[in-house]
């Protein structure tokens, strides 16, 4: 005899209301509901910590049939709060799958929803905007749940970072992935054939596979929380700053802004996503939220000083205001979707920054190159 499927409900902060299947934990959740374009790769989606504080519907129609496994993930844990899909696939069909994907969620105590007309949901969020929202499989009235979309915090004003960020600091030694296992950095010493650079990771929400791009490129890495002074940053003597991705609203990360201020100048920094964003903010910029934001693998960006077009991986919600940062950086990267500031370089420093992810995971590795230009930086300033 078949189980029982318990019914849930995605309730919109504007009063739109989706009835589906609840898969993942039994319970209720709210947050800013946001859709991600990626075709594969939803684990690393889950366990991205620049997905606090939200919803993520999936636009890829299957999901789960790859299961779920140790080495995918992007942080210690899934920080998504609700997982909306159109057709959920229980039983995985992968040999590196331990555990199916409902199952996961359960024991994540995330709730998820399926078998909803996702595309119709899409078009309402690009139409309306991102926007708040409930996902119950407890609580099944509508009108209720509506009401408290509503009540839900903007993410306008909430610093998210403070969730995510380490309590310590700590050394990752881990290489990029391969069959069996990640190249170590022994290994990838002996390649690059220099002694390895020291930099400094601010810990914004910062994913694994962006240490582990670092470490491949010769870098030997200490993440530190989002909220360590620049001068004990800088009294580790390292080669290089790097300033992480990470949730929420950048002008909302206390201190990060004046701590990256007092960095520049004095050692070679980049930025990525939410780092970028704080960089534009302690150029003495502003940040403005999207109307649904990007998220997904398939971004176009040009680079305007080789007119090179890369496919790129992003997901954030908030943007640099290009006319705001007056003549102090050069905007050097656009998104050719809406024309927003997608990258900066500062003028007469060794800083630059990108909206967008080039460590992937998932998505193209079209920008990875971006990790070496780093590396160049430091071998100058040395």
Same mark, same amino acid.
């Given at each position: ?9 995605l309730a919109l902060a504007d ?15 709210? #947050? ?80 998820? %929803? ?73 290994? %990838? ?82 930025? %990525? ?21 990007h998220h997904g693998g398939n ?26 940062? #007056? ?15 997608? #990258? ?39």
């Amino acid at each position: 005899m078949a189980r029982a499927v318990p019914e849930a409900v995605l309730a919109l902060a504007d009063g739109t209301v989706f009835r589906g299947r609840a898969f993942g934990a039994v319970g209720e959740t709210a #947050g800013e509901l946001v859709f991600n374009t990626s075709m594969t790769g939803y684990q690393e989606i889950l366990t991205d910590p620049s997905y606090e504080g939200q919803l993520v519907a999936m636009t890829y129609p299957e999901i789960g049939n790859v299961g779920v496994n140790r080495e995918d993930v992007e942080s210690r844990r899934p920080f998504v709060r609700g997982f909306v899909v159109r057709e959920y696939r229980e039983a995985p069909s992968s040999w590196r799958a331990e555990q199916s994907l409902g199952d996961y969620l359960a024991h994540w105590n995330i709730p998820g %929803i399926e078998g909803i007309d996702t595309r119709a949901l899409v078009r309402h969020l690009r139409d309306h905007g991102a926007q708040e929202a409930v996902l119950s499989s407890v609580d099944l009235d509508a009108e209720r749940l509506v009401r408290r979309a509503r009540d839900t915090p903007s993410m306008v004003g909430q610093d998210l970072v403070r969730r995510v960020t380490c309590e310590e600091p700590y050394a990752w030694e881990e290489g990029p992935w391969k069959l069996g296992g990640y190249v170590t950095a022994d290994e %990838i010493a002996a390649v690059v054939g220099r002694p390895a650079f020291k930099v400094v990771a601010y810990d914004f929400g910062i994913k694994y596979n962006i240490l582990r791009n670092l470490v491949g490129v010769g870098c030997a890495v200490r993440v530190v929380p989002a909220a360590t002074p620049a001068r004990d940053v800088l009294a580790l003597q390292p080669d290089g700053v790097f300033l992480s991705n990470g949730p929420g609203d950048p002008d909302a990360v206390a201190g990060a802004p004046e701590n990256v201020a007092g960095l520049l100048g004095r050692v070679p920094v980049f930025g %990525i996503c939410l780092g970028h964003q704080i960089l534009g903010l302690a150029l003495g910029g502003t940040t403005s939220k999207l109307k649904f934001g990007h998220h997904g693998g398939n971004q176009p960006v040009q680079d305007l000083a080789t007119g090179k077009v890369e496919i790129t991986s992003q997901n954030h919600g908030f943007v640099v205001d290009m006319d705001s940062l #007056g003549d102090r950086a050069a905007v050097t990267h656009v998104n050719l979707n809406d024309q927003t500031v997608e #990258g900066l370089a500062v003028k007469g420093q060794p800083t630059f920054s990108v909206q967008y992810h080039p460590e992937a995971s998932p998505g193209p590795h079209d920008a990875r190159y971006l990790f070496q230009r780093f590396v160049a930086l430091m071998e100058r300033s040395r």
